[in-house]
């Protein structure tokens, strides 16, 4: 039988933190600190086999799980001292998640389990406080209605607020012993309305329904609202961890928070977080209260930021270093240990009660883009990784969050109408909408949005995950909005007390400014700074330690990085970020200039091959320039140059309008010009009269075109003494005769243009591979092409037989269900697509052994099809410029290991 409970404490350790896949990372880690003889309340885990088990078995347990935790609590009561139901001296625990990968709030937590009405004067007495014990029933309560009935939050807020109100108290934590008794009285009262039956008494009863509410939290729409955003796949489930209980709600000498090793947000090295005397993690998590800072300079820092007096900050906000020394102190060597063990930055959560520190939890930190660079390189630098290791500390998606634009703040003439804390770095600009639901729409129609919120819950991902920020008025540096804000790279700031929203939630008031849906609104969350309106942006700047990962990056991978550029700028931005060559220039992109667009109709109009000559040689300057600004940008670098692709309908307008003022600029009768454009008209475009097709019928376009790109390597060479590397591609082949012709009309071509010139070029020819039929004869292809480039986009199209333009209908539904584990489009399907390339390489090479290999889809730029296609042996990708870091991350990753 499979073991379903492993225990950690003091003196039994039957986990570690290599069993992640099993203990989830919270069970895990927590048995791992155990065993490195840290104070952490004893506890056993619920294996994630058992929710794998729990989903699959219609919601039922094994037969041996019961009287397994049933022993469990029994070691529980005996390590403790306590009772489990007790009436005199009561066992209270914690029930909480812990997936193998982290997933913060996604899924249900439980605490204080073990109260009742029984079990209530038995902590009164032990404890010594009433108010303690009452605030922790009534905690109870809400947070078992809420999580295990699904009760909603205002069901209980609602009641809280108003006893607040009746007392005139401001926080929880002023409410006095008979306003928590009433508290608690109106708790059971909505409880037993809302469910149908009196909140339940019997411990075993209670832990049963928590650890049922846990497993089924998995399932739950916000769990897999996340995976499906972090695409988290391949797991059973989560564990349930099962934990003597601790107390930061015990007065003022007790406390609770959440550190991070190095600050999450920027990668600073000083020791960061927050906490609260006299509460429970929740309470930090959830940003209902603003906490204070760990360290004395933190929370000097803080204090100036948010216009704060010194004297008022040591009287209201000091920092746990002033408040608790030795505490603090403890918790620093924590921290160093830790960190040393993991070699990682760690998220740790603490409880102090009555002075004394325990740990509740160690994870790898969710951290932004910046903050993972620096981190990574410190800790280089520090001797803690290799430069092996660091490479692997960052995640190549995450460095998409750094390419982007931020707000231009040397030209910034506005001042921002309020600030609140910096929790996610990076500018959002967009329109305000005030619900997840409401972001989710608006972004759906193609609008940017910020989203604003009082705080948010796992509820709001979704929402979240769309916007391109997040304010809220209440929470701090480690709130919710914080954290996933981080995770995900979205700008965020966080615990704005100068925003005022209506009771409605429709309406916000920051600072004098009163903003509406719809109004736009631009953050800068690397300061808290709040502008009203659409502010500018600028291209970001990349520091020292971005430029030290990728030089070790380069140092480490195999695979080469080319870009996909079609202009000189495309082509500059890609030297700037790292690209090796161009591996994509579309010329079809040249010709939908306004400029040119008339020519190319007038060529696709002519009625001959001499009047599409005629046409095509006004062409010919227009593109010879195109080539000559990108030969001289790229420096010697090599350049794929794809011939025309696209089908010529693309190229004529299709409103009577447009075919009316084509047919005046050239001279024709607009009945020629709409007879041609039905001429055009086909039932499947993309896989109809495009790419070499269009060079066989119609050579004379290709012809062209290798005359440009020779002129312009021929100008180029003499102006700037650089030799220009030119490899001229031929799109769609699916057989060899296609290459066969079009090959020998470009070498035509260019040996004439040289000889015409009296140069040399070195040039080559080869081909795209994109139709599934290319690469079943890839062996007979190789043999007229000097290198191979693979086309994913179109051999996804073809191969999967699904409709790029229409396949989103049924892909969605396809992943969610599991048919596919990730869009074909974004990531590269490895088992088919990826086995249609896996023929050709192998074919292609055992005629040409040194054949050059290529990659220029989307999946170019993406780390998991980056990884596979090192494993091919191929010898590039290339990939959009602002992608280039990312691909060479992921190709270092790829070499690594």
């Known amino acids: ?3 379903h409970i492993y225990a950690f404490d003091k003196d039994l350790c039957e986990g570690d933190a290599k069993m992640k ?61 306590k009772g489990f139901g007790s009436a005199t001296d009561p066992l209270l625990v914690s029930v909480r998640s812990g997936a193998a990968i982290s997933m913060p709030g996604m899924m249900d937590t439980v605490l204080n389990l073990g109260l009742n009405d029984a079990t209530l004067p038995g902590l009164v007495t032990k404890s010594g406080s009433e108010r303690f014990a009452l605030d922790s029933y009534r905690r109870f309560i809400q947070m078992y209605g809420n999580v295990v009935k699904g009760l909603g939050g205002e069901t209980f807020e609602v009641i809280l607020e108003d006893v607040k109100k009746q007392q005139g108290a401001s926080t929880d934590a002023e409410l006095t012993v008979e306003s928590l008794k009433a508290l608690i ?93 006299n509460a429970q993690g929740e309470d930090v998590v959830a940003g209902i209260r603003t906490p204070q800072q760990i360290t004395k300079e933190g929370s000097v820092e803080w204090a100036a930021s948010n216009g704060i007096s010194t004297e008022e900050r040591e009287s209201k906000f000091p920092s746990l270093e002033e408040v608790m020394p030795t505490t603090y102190k403890d918790l620093y060597a924590v921290r160093d240990l830790l960190e040393n063990h993991f070699k990682d930055m760690q998220d740790i959560e603490f409880t102090i009660e009555d002075g004394v520190l325990y740990i509740l939890q160690t994870r790898n930190a969710k951290r932004t883009a910046a903050a993972a660079v620096k981190c990574a390189m410190d800790m280089l630098q520090e001797g803690l990784l290799t ?6 500390r960052v995640d190549p998606i995450q460095l998409d969050n750094l390419l982007h634009p931020a707000l231009d703040l040397k030209n910034l003439k506005e001042k921002p109408v309020a600030k609140g804390l910096p929790a996610s770095p990076g500018a959002a600009v967009g329109q305000v909408v005030f619900s997840a639901e409401s972001a989710e729409q608006w972004a759906a129609q193609g609008k940017a949005v910020v989203l604003l919120r009082v705080e948010t819950s796992p509820e709001d991902i979704g929402g979240m995950h769309v916007s391109k920020g997040i304010l809220t008025a209440r929470g701090g540096m480690t709130s919710h909005a914080a954290v996933v804000a981080r995770g995900m790279g979205t700008p965020c700031v966080a615990g704005c007390s100068a925003m005022v929203m209506d009771h409605h939630g429709t309406v916000a008031t920051i600072g004098t400014v009163v903003f509406n849906e719809g109004d736009w609104i631009s953050l800068d969350g690397s300061t808290g700074a709040i502008y009203q309106g659409k502010l500018p942006l600028v291209d970001p ?49 040249m010709f939908f200039e306004e400029s040119r667009i008339l020519a190319v109709r007038e060529m696709i109009l002519a009625d001959d091959t001499a009047g599409r000559e005629a046409a095509l040689v006004s062409i010919l300057p227009m593109q010879r320039e195109d080539f000559v600004g990108i030969f001289t940008a790229m420096s010697g670098k090599p350049v ?74 021929i100008q180029v060479e003499k102006a700037t003494g650089t030799k220009c590397v030119p490899e001229i591609m031929i799109p769609l082949v699916g057989k060899v005769n296609e290459l066969s012709f ?68 049924f892909l969605t539904p396809y992943v969610k269900l599991g048919i596919y584990d990730h869009d074909p489009f974004e990531a590269l399907d490895q088992s088919g697509v990826g086995e249609l390339m896996r023929i050709a390489v192998t074919k292609a090479r055992s005629v040409k052994p040194d054949l050059k290999l290529g990659i220029c889809g989307e999946h170019g730029g993406e780390p998991s099809s980056i990884k596979f296609v090192h494993g091919l042996g191929l010898d590039y990708v290339s990939c959009s410029p602002c992608r280039v870091p990312i691909a060479i991350l992921a190709a270092a990753h790829a070499a690594v290991g």
């Not at 870009?563 to 030297?575: W, Y």
Request: charged share 20%; with cysteine.
């Open 387 to 392: 430069e092996d290791q660091a490479i692997l």
């Open 185 to 277: 009285v109106r708790y059971k009262e909505a409880y037993a309305k809302k469910v149908g039956n009196p909140f339940p008494q019997d411990p075993k009863e209670q832990l049963w329904g928590a650890i049922t509410a846990v497993f089924g939290s998995w399932m739950n729409a916000r769990a897999i609202k996340y995976r499906e955003i972090n695409n988290i796949t391949g797991l059973f489930g989560t564990a349930v961890n099962v934990q003597t209980m601790v107390f930061g709600n015990r007065g003022t000498t007790s406390a609770t928070g959440v550190c991070f090793s190095r600050n999450p947000s920027n990668g600073d090295p000083r020791f960061f977080g927050e906490y609260l005397v």
């Open 742 to 809: 079009c090959k020998a009309q470009c070498i035509k071509t260019a040996e004439a243009t040289m000889a015409q010139a009296g140069a040399k070029v070195d040039y080559q020819v080869g081909t795209m591979i994109e139709v599934p039929r290319a690469c079943v004869t890839a062996d007979l292809i190789a043999k007229e092409a000097a290198f191979f480039s693979f086309g994913t986009n179109d051999l996804t199209q073809m191969g999967c037989g699904f409709s790029r333009d229409d396949a989103g209908t």
């Open 640 to 713: 794929i140059i794809r011939l025309l692709d696209p089908p010529l309908h693309e190229f004529v307008p299709h409103d009577e309008a447009g075919q009316l003022s084509v047919a005046k600029a050239i001279g024709v009768p607009i009945e020629k010009v709409q007879k041609r454009v039905a001429a055009l008209h086909e039932m499947n475009p993309m896989m109809g009269h495009r790419g070499c097709r269009l060079g066989i019928t119609y050579p004379e376009i290709y012809n062209i075109q290798t005359r440009a790109i020779i002129e312009a390597a």
């Open 541 to 589: 700047q990349l520091g020292e330690a971005f430029e030290n990962l990728m030089t070790i990056a380069k140092k480490r991978k195999r695979l080469g990085v080319r870009a996909n550029a079609d202009t000189p700028t495309d082509a500059s931005n890609a030297l700037k970020f790292g690209a090796e060559g161009i591996g994509l220039c579309r010329t079809e992109h």
């Open 21 to 81: 896949a099993l203990l989830g990372g919270k069970g895990a880690n927590l048995a791992e600190m155990a065993k490195l003889g840290l104070r952490v309340p004893p506890g056993f885990t619920i294996t994630t086999e058992v929710c794998k088990y729990y989903v699959e078995h219609d919601n039922t347990y094994p037969e041996d799980l019961a009287p397994a935790v049933d022993a469990a609590l029994a070691r529980l009561e005996k390590l403790s001292g």
């Open 1 to 3: 039988m499979p073991q």
